[in-house]
């Protein structure tokens, strides 16, 4: 590397003006490719559609995305940092714990509403066990904890007092619970989608009500009977396709 400081300042320029504009071009691609999906389908669209429609090169675009899997699996990962970001201020004012998931759970709903056109397409093929854009699939993993993580924090930084039973399994039932929240709302055509609001707001006073009573010693049978469907639940989840 030189020792020249002009030049290290004019390299370093450099490589973040090539990051920026990496960045741009895939966030360009990954547009594209929602557009083209919702337009033409899952199956007929092909990577070489996305690289001509987005005008970069069919090697540019699976430099960025190696199959159109991965352009699925961005489009969650954008999909969760959507959601995160809109969940922020919820997370950093209150801390009952019902009003941080209701907050919470709007927030999805809110940061989903532009794929909605979008959505069926995608679950025509994600419903599918076998497929790697199985929410519940290996390929879909990284997202998944993630999503986790932020229920995590829904629970653990609120008021809530949970029996130790529950405290480690709550997050991962939130996150199954919220996934129930979504396929409801793919098939969701009321105005503005507030069918899947009013259940969202519904089922989270359910859930705050069941959660401020969990610490009851009459509930833990239940409690366990729960854990135990649970288990069950993921000893069945669909995984990827061997390759």
Same mark, same amino acid.
């Given at each position: 590397?030189?020792?020249?400081?002009?030049?290290?300042?004019?390299?370093?320029?450099?490589?973040?003006? $090539?990051? &920026?504009?990496?960045?741009?071009?895939?966030?360009?691609?990954?547009? +594209? $490719?929602?557009?083209?999906?919702?337009?033409?389908?899952?199956? &007929?669209?092909?990577?070489?559609?996305? $690289? +001509?429609?987005?005008?970069?090169?069919?090697?540019?675009?699976? =430099?960025? !995305?190696? *199959?159109?899997? *991965?352009?699925?699996?961005?489009?969650?990962?954008?999909? /969760?940092? @959507?959601?995160?970001?809109?969940?922020?201020?919820?997370?950093?004012?209150?801390?009952?714990?019902?009003?941080?998931?209701?907050?919470?759970?709007?927030?999805? #709903?809110?940061?989903?509403?532009?794929? /909605?056109?979008?959505?069926?397409?995608?679950?025509?093929?994600?419903?599918?066990?076998?497929?790697?854009?199985?929410?519940?699939?290996?390929? *879909?993993?990284?997202?998944?904890?993630?999503? +986790?993580? %932020? !229920?995590?924090?829904?629970?653990?930084?609120?008021?809530?007092?949970?029996?130790?039973?529950?405290?480690?399994? %709550?997050?991962?039932? #939130?996150?199954?619970? /919220?996934?129930?929240?979504?396929?409801?709302?793919? /098939?969701?055509?009321?105005?503005?989608?507030?069918?899947? =609001?009013?259940?969202? @707001?519904? +089922?989270?006073?359910?859930?705050?009500?069941?959660?401020?009573? *969990?610490? %009851?010693?009459?509930?833990?049978?239940?409690?366990?009977?729960?854990?135990?469907?649970?288990? @069950?639940?993921?000893?069945?989840?669909?995984?990827?396709?061997?390759?």
């Amino acid at each position: 590397m030189s020792s020249n400081p002009d030049l290290r300042f004019a390299a370093a320029k450099h490589e973040e003006l $090539a990051t &920026e504009k990496g960045a741009r071009t895939r966030a360009h691609i990954l547009d +594209t $490719a929602l557009r083209l999906f919702h337009e033409r389908g899952w199956r &007929e669209t092909t990577m070489r559609a996305v $690289a +001509t429609e987005a005008g970069v090169s069919l090697g540019n675009a699976y =430099y960025y !995305f190696s *199959s159109k899997e *991965s352009l699925i699996q961005a489009i969650y990962a954008r999909s /969760h940092e @959507e959601h995160a970001d809109a969940s922020a201020d919820v997370l950093a004012n209150e801390t009952a714990f019902g009003e941080r998931l209701r907050g919470v759970m709007r927030a999805k #709903l809110d940061t989903l509403a532009p794929y /909605h056109r979008f959505a069926a397409v995608l679950f025509s093929t994600a419903a599918d066990p076998a497929s790697p854009l199985n929410p519940w699939s290996e390929a *879909s993993a990284a997202v998944r904890r993630e999503a +986790t993580a %932020l !229920f995590g924090r829904v629970l653990h930084e609120s008021d809530a007092r949970v029996p130790k039973i529950l405290e480690s399994e %709550l997050p991962e039932l #939130l996150w199954t619970y /919220h996934m129930g929240i979504i396929l409801f709302w793919i /098939h969701d055509r009321s105005p503005g989608c507030a069918a899947s =609001y009013r259940l969202a @707001e519904r +089922t989270v006073e359910l859930i705050a009500r069941l959660v401020a009573v *969990s610490r %009851l010693p009459p509930l833990r049978p239940l409690i366990r009977a729960l854990l135990a469907v649970m288990d @069950e639940v993921r000893g069945a989840a669909p995984q990827s396709a061997p390759a």
